[in-house]
């Protein structure tokens, strides 16, 4: 399995940004797709995550904010960033958890300037 994360930029306090993550490979019809992110100096953190029924789940520092989907026929998940703020500033990393083993992509930078 590989994921291939972009999106990822420059912006501006308030903008947005839409991450995608394109699964490959042996891809189960069960399985869980997400977005954690690392700020530097700080431990990896689920920002939010989408069940393949679509069942979502979100950090409280984004929801209201952040909108998670995803499209089954493409493996796709996707990260919508509203209302951007420099504490959203991090590397965010896709994950696919399937089957009880986890999946990362490479990551794609975020950075929120102020």
């Known amino acids: 399995v590989q994921l291939q994360a972009s999106g990822g930029g420059l912006v501006q306090v308030g903008g947005s940004l839409r991450l995608s993550c394109v699964a490959s490979g042996s891809i189960f019809n069960m399985n869980v797709m997400g977005w954690y992110r690392q700020a530097p100096g700080k431990q990896r953190e689920l920002v939010a995550n989408i069940i393949n029924s679509g069942r979502t789940n979100y950090a409280d520092s984004v929801k209201s904010r952040f909108s998670i989907s995803r499209d089954n026929t493409k493996n796709t998940v996707y990260l919508q960033m509203n209302s951007l703020k420099p504490e959203d500033t991090a590397v965010y990393y896709c994950?696919?958890?399937?089957?009880?083993?986890?999946?990362w992509g490479q990551g794609t930078k975020v950075t929120v300037s102020s």
């Open positions: 994950n696919l958890v399937q089957r009880g083993l986890d999946y």
